[in-house]
């Protein structure tokens, strides 16, 4: 597979499986299911999700918990993290970029989380083009938050991880989304901490 930007090809290699290695089990499933039942709350619930960048599926199976009938997608860069995802019973997997990911049709709710931080900022317009034709109603975006762009290192590697204001950027580059709710969870919550995410829901006039 060609590779636009050497942030991919960081993921799509040795790195991203060590990451699929580091990043599992039943207590990631456990906060992500915590994680996202604030945010369902927050909408009518969604016959359809895609999440773009879905590494072995921790959000899809807390989702598959709060949504059993809900038709599954992901798109996913990484070949091993594929193969995983593929074992969730009732997931369609596209294996490839997010750059260019073209959905069959747009699902009730699409979702990036802990993804965007990672992309080369000359591809955020490609990855937002992307992120906002998958969905026809809401979009939730799920990261690191700073008012300004700043790069900071990453586990001892340089321009592979950013902070930014994601969704105002969304919300500035397409006037058809709107801001419905927003909210910050912490890595240390007693309970269920996630890795100082701070999540935005927003929705997609018709």
């Not at 915590?34 to 359809?48: D, G, K, V």
């Not at 921790?58 to 918990?65: G, K, P």
């Not at 490839?96 to 990911?101: H, I, M, N, Q, T």
């Not at 049709?105 to 990855?127: C, E, N, Q, R, Y």
């Amino acid at each position: 597979m060609p590779f636009a930007t050497e942030q991919e090809q960081f993921w799509a290699g040795d790195f991203g499986d060590e990451y699929t290695k580091r990043n599992r089990g039943e207590q990631i499933v456990a906060s992500n299911t915590a994680f996202f039942a604030r945010i369902l709350a927050r909408m009518p619930t969604p016959a359809s999700v895609v999440e773009l960048g879905a590494n072995i599926g921790m959000n899809l199976l807390a989702l598959r918990r709060l949504l059993p009938e809900a038709r599954l997608a992901a798109v996913e860069i990484n070949d091993s993290a594929a193969r995983e995802l593929r074992r969730i019973e009732g997931v369609a997997v596209t294996v490839g970029s997010l750059f260019d990911y073209a959905p069959e049709a747009p699902a009730d709710l699409a979702f990036i989380k802990g993804v965007l931080i990672h992309i080369d900022p000359s591809m955020l317009a490609a990855t937002y083009r992307s992120l906002v034709a998958s969905t026809h109603r809401y979009l939730l975006v799920c990261e690191y938050y700073n008012p300004s762009p700043v790069s900071i290192p990453y586990r001892g590697h340089a321009d592979r991880l950013y902070k930014r204001d994601f969704a105002g950027e969304l919300l500035e580059q397409f006037a058809e989304l709107s801001l419905v709710d927003y909210g910050f969870v912490y890595r240390r919550d007693p309970a269920f901490p996630q890795d100082d995410i701070t999540w935005f829901l927003l929705q997609k006039a018709p």
